[in-house]
């Protein structure tokens, strides 16, 4: 009986220390110390697509005539997107191809002749052990480049509407740089020594998105060309 006591008691000892032990290692370890002590999984992020239309004005086999063309309209967003062996000046992009048709329609009534461009715009995967606030973070980043070229439509299309007035227009973008920004300070902060290629590569494209938006004026001809921007560094995935 008394070694039976005694057994249950170091028993009973012994998971005392234990979890002496864990509540003092989550309350004294560093976190960076702590994250080599968690459970870290094995994933392929999910990757995410949507699709957008673009308006095309004009395309040429040359950039030359196409950098000269796009100075023969107005409002548009005058960046040149190449695909093979074209290069096409870009009036606008919307996500629905409802909203591109009408634009078509639109501008064909002034005697322009437009063409839809269909384009499947796709994150690319991400390979690697991550914590759960990891993927949560890397996922948020990824989506980022869809959601700032939603916002930027929103923002071009208010202003040629009249829903959104110049200084609306202008909280709007400054808001949505902000926005950008702390996202882009949390990524660098919880992927400081990270040397996996693809975080390097989604830093480079989060860099880049965050230069366009900096250069972006509240006009609607600027915020055109940056929503186009933001899916040309999404296709390249520099």
């Given at each position: 009986m008394?070694?039976?006591n005694?057994?249950a008691?170091?028993?009973?000892?012994?998971?005392?220390?234990?979890?002496?032990f864990?509540g003092?290692?989550?309350?004294?370890?560093?976190?960076?110390?702590?994250?080599?002590l968690?459970?870290?999984?094995?994933t392929?992020l999910?990757?995410?697509k949507t699709?957008?239309f673009?308006?095309i004005?004009?395309?040429?086999?040359?950039?030359?005539e196409?950098e000269?063309?796009?100075?023969?309209?107005?409002?548009?967003?005058?960046?040149i997107?190449?695909d093979?062996?074209y290069?096409?000046?870009?009036?606008?992009?919307?996500e629905?191809?409802?909203d591109?048709?009408?634009?078509?329609?639109?501008?064909?009534?002034n005697?322009?002749k437009?063409?839809i461009?269909?384009?499947?715009?796709?994150?690319?995967?991400?390979?690697?052990?991550?914590?759960?606030d990891?993927?949560?973070?890397?996922?948020?980043?990824?989506?980022?480049?869809?959601?700032l070229?939603?916002s930027?439509?929103?923002?071009?299309?208010?202003?040629?509407?009249g829903?959104?007035?110049a200084?609306?227009?202008?909280?709007?973008l400054?808001k949505?740089?902000?926005?950008h920004?702390k996202?882009?300070?949390?990524?660098?902060?919880c992927?400081?020594?990270?040397q996996?290629?693809?975080?390097l590569?989604?830093?480079?494209?989060?860099?880049?998105s965050?230069t366009?938006l900096?250069?972006?004026k509240?006009?609607?001809?600027s915020i055109k060309?940056?929503?186009i921007?933001?899916l040309d560094?999404?296709?390249?995935?520099?």
């Open positions: 008394k070694k039976f005694v057994r008691v170091l028993i009973i000892s012994l998971f005392i220390v234990l979890a002496a864990v003092f290692s989550t309350s004294y370890f560093s976190p960076t110390l702590q994250l080599g968690a459970q870290k999984s094995v392929p999910p990757t995410f699709q957008v673009l308006v004005c004009a395309k040429s086999q040359s950039r030359l196409s000269t063309l796009k100075d023969d309209y107005e409002n548009i967003s005058k960046f997107w190449q093979g062996d290069f096409y000046v870009v009036h606008s992009a919307y629905m191809e409802n591109a048709n009408k634009v078509k329609a639109n501008l064909e009534k005697g322009l437009i063409e461009k269909p384009l499947t715009i796709q994150t690319f995967e991400i390979n690697g052990n991550f914590m759960t990891e993927i949560n973070l890397l996922n948020e980043c990824q989506t980022s480049f869809i959601g070229f939603r930027l439509c929103d923002l071009h299309v208010g202003l040629e509407t829903v959104y007035s200084e609306l227009c202008q909280d709007k400054q949505l740089k902000e926005n920004q996202l882009i300070e949390k990524f660098e902060v992927f400081q020594n990270c996996n290629i693809q975080i590569k989604l830093k480079t494209m989060l860099s880049l965050q366009c900096t250069n972006t509240a006009d609607v001809v060309f940056a929503s921007q933001i560094i999404l296709r390249n995935q520099f």
